[in-house]
């Protein structure tokens, strides 16, 4: 079992950076690959991001490359989303999510995850 707590959202100005952070309790922490997933309103839940749970290779939605970061820290169990150059088109609730891809296309998608976080809102104004 996995609890994650998302933190570190807010409102900015585009052009702007945030870093969101998602801590995760449990002792498995480290055995999941953790994903960033955003919902704007009217909008359906939309892959951002993916950081595998050993090597540390990460995934990225075309709409994020090159303006956001996903790291991870195993020893804290925590997971971070560093966004900079923010646009008002990013602005969504962002939810961490943990579960354990079988192929490099499932960590795309909001079926491969087990476990979610409650979101945190990210407001971008122009």
């Known amino acids: 079992q996995v609890q994650l707590v998302e933190s570190g959202g807010g409102l900015v100005q585009a052009g702007g950076s945030l870093r969101l952070s998602c801590a995760a309790s449990?002792?498995?922490?480290?055995?999941?690959?953790m994903g960033w997933f955003r919902q704007a309103p009217g909008k359906e839940r939309e892959f951002v991001g993916a950081i595998t749970w050993s090597l540390y290779n990460t995934y990225y939605a075309d709409s994020v490359k090159g303006r956001f970061t996903i790291s991870r820290d195993n020893a804290k169990n925590t997971v971070y989303l560093q966004m900079n150059s923010l646009k008002p088109e990013d602005t969504a609730v962002y939810y961490c999510?943990?579960?354990?891809?079988?192929?490099?296309?499932?960590?795309?998608?909001?079926?491969?995850?087990?476990?979610w976080g409650q979101g945190t809102q990210v407001t971008v104004s122009s």
């Open positions: 999510a943990a579960g354990r891809p079988r192929s490099s296309v499932s960590y795309y998608s909001s079926r491969t995850y087990d476990y």
């Open positions: 449990g002792r498995t922490f480290s055995s999941y690959a």
